[in-house]
Each structure stands twice: as C-alpha cells, then as structure tokens.
C-alpha cells in the first residue's frame, strides 16, 4: 500500500475527525457547563476504548486489563503533577511510565508465547492487583515524594495549566477543549497506525500467527509494539480521566470498569475505531440515566445490551451499519451499470 492508498484508506479517518473538530468549538457554545464537565469525562473512557480497540482489534490481543495502563497513567499523572508542580512534564510521564510498564509485561507475556486466554486472564489479574495494594496505602506513610497515595479514599488531581506555566490553570471548559483535541489526535494516530506496514502486519498476524511467522515476521515483536502504544494511549486517558472527575481512586482499576471496556469495542465493533468511541458516548449516559433512577439494576441492564449484541449483532454497531449501507448500494450501483450498458448497446 503506497502513500495514496493511504490516504485512500484514511478518508472515513478524517471525515470524523472533522466532525469531531465541529463538535468541539460548537459544543461550549450549546452545552451547559455540567454537561460539558460530564463530556471531559466521557471523552477521557472513549479514549481508553480506543486503546483496546488497537490493541483487541487490530492486534487480536484481548487485554481484559486495559484500564490497568488506563489506572495507572492516571495516578502517574496525578503523582508526577504534585512533585513536580504542574502538569507538564507530569503528562510526558504518565504515558512513559504505563507504556513501560506494558513493554515490560508484555515482554514476558509475548516473549513466553503465553496463549490469548492466559494473556487475558493475566492482564485482569495485574488489575486486580493494582486495585488490592493501593486500597492499602491510606495513611501519611505510603507517599512518593510530597504526594501521599491517599489508599481507598484516592488523591486529589492537580488541574492541567498552561505549558511551562504552572500559574495559569485551565477551566473546565479549557480541559474540555484539550480532551477532544486528545481523542481527534489519538483517532487520527490509530487510523493512520492500522494503514501503515506495522499495522498491516499486525492485522495478519491477528488472522493467522502461524502463516506470518512462516513469512518472516516476528510476531512476538509486533504485538509488544501495538500493546505498548495501546498502553500509551490508555494513559492519555487516565490523565483525562483525573482531570474531569478532580480526583483518582483505586475504584478505577476494580472488576467492572475492566468489564465495562469489553463492552464498549463489543457494542461499537471490534475492528473498528470509530464504533467503540460512540458505544462509550451511548453507554455513558444511559449509565447515567440509569443511575437516577431505582428500579432497574444498571449492571443488569449493561448485560442484557451484552447479551443482545453478542448474540444478535456480533460484529458491533458501526460493522453492521456499514454492511447494511454497503448492501443498499451494490443493488442501486448495480442497476447504474445495467442502464449504462443497454444505453451503450
């Protein structure tokens, strides 16, 4: 596939970013300020179901444990921001320290030619741990540097500021301008990503190990590469994440958060990176429907939409959409054909 191919390729890429762009300066100008603080944070988990739907989609590898990196970008951030003072540098390591963290479990993980299933249980298991061991360290002991851990009650987020500018926080509207910049990015990024060579080499080794080791590739390597970029990109989120809510708990690395991503690239489409960020709008604010209300169970009602769309639209929402317009087409593009060729004749 050569540069134009690519372009070719990236043109849906950039349609929705474009949207997005619209979506971004319409926004503050239409929403109420509490529906733009309760978007920051539905940006924030739409980016961490980007991630996994790199990483599960493209790269066949299904990482339970997302919202490990997602968790841990998050409190890196938040740490990092308070030693340090500002925000800044604090974001550079986040992403650092949750892509090292997957290249270094990943390398054992990869390397050890540990199959698909273990690889998912492990990924959840890190989770879990995470989220046992920092519930455990309440009190004035367990710190890094001047940021205390804060255990099951969580830390304080210091606010994103200007570049090199530690005085001049931004407002909420500001972070809200920085999360969609974020997430159009990391969109753009992962669909230029899954175009190039790496990711189409990814996409086969996803197919078929076996043929593309035969063919020369390492697959070992390839999928240490997308999961430590997938990490990276979780950690972005984290950081957005923190920054929307004001603060970060333990809660973020718990059973359900974990599940809950799973269902997002399941409901919008593995395979696709537009359909799990508009799953993780659609599921967001039916959660937060749901949770004002007391009759109906909100896991309950998040494994039914599990249930049905395993079971009745198994390729997701935006596969299914696209093959429903794709069928409408051929039959119209068909009769075109046919018209023009009788005129010829």
Not at 24 to 34: R, V
Not at 70 to 90: D, E, H, V
Not at 118 to 131: A, D, E, N
Request: glycine share 10%; aromatic share 14%; with cysteine.
């Amino acid at each position: 596939m050569n540069g134009n191919d690519t372009l070719r390729a990236m043109k849906p890429v950039f349609v929705f970013a474009l949207i997005g762009i619209v979506f971004m300066f319409a926004a503050p100008y239409a929403l109420q300020l509490f529906t733009i603080i309760n978007l920051t944070t539905a940006i924030a988990l739409s980016v961490l179901a980007l991630s996994l739907a790199l990483v599960w989609g493209y790269g066949g590898i299904l990482c339970f444990g997302q919202v490990a990196f997602f968790g841990l970008g998050a409190y890196a951030y938040t740490i990092a921001a308070i030693n340090f003072g500002g925000s800044t540098w604090a974001i550079l390591v986040a992403v650092l320290v949750a892509a090292a963290f997957a290249a270094l479990l990943g390398y054992f993980v990869f390397f050890g030619r540990v199959s698909d299933v273990y690889l998912g249980v492990i990924t959840l298991t890190v989770t879990l741990i995470f989220f046992s061991l920092i519930r455990r360290t309440s009190g004035p002991d367990y710190k890094i540097g001047n940021a205390l851990i804060g255990g099951f009650n969580g830390v304080t987020s210091p606010p994103l500021n200007l570049p090199w500018n530690t005085s001049s926080f931004l407002f909420p509207e500001h972070v809200f301008y920085v999360a969609m910049a974020a997430l159009i990015l990391s969109y753009v990024f992962c669909g230029w990503l899954v175009n190039t060579r790496f990711g189409r080499v990814c996409a086969a080794i996803r197919e078929n190990e076996l043929r593309s080791e035969l063919l020369g590739y390492d697959s070992r390597l390839y999928k240490l590469g997308i999961f430590t970029i997938a990490a990276g990109i979780a950690a972005i989120g984290g950081v957005l994440f923190c920054n929307g809510v004001g603060r970060i708990t333990p809660d973020v690395f718990n059973l359900y958060n974990a599940a809950l991503t799973i269902i997002w690239v399941i409901v919008g489409g593995r395979g696709t990176l537009i359909g799990p960020i508009a799953a993780t709008f659609g599921l967001f604010y039916l959660t937060s429907a749901l949770g004002g209300q007391s009759v109906l169970n909100n896991n309950l009602v998040l494994g039914i939409i599990l249930i049905f769309f395993v079971l009745l639209v198994p390729k997701g929402v935006a596969p299914t959409v696209t093959d429903w317009f794709t069928k409408r087409r051929k039959p119209a593009h068909n009769s075109r054909r046919r018209r023009r060729q009788g005129r010829s004749t």
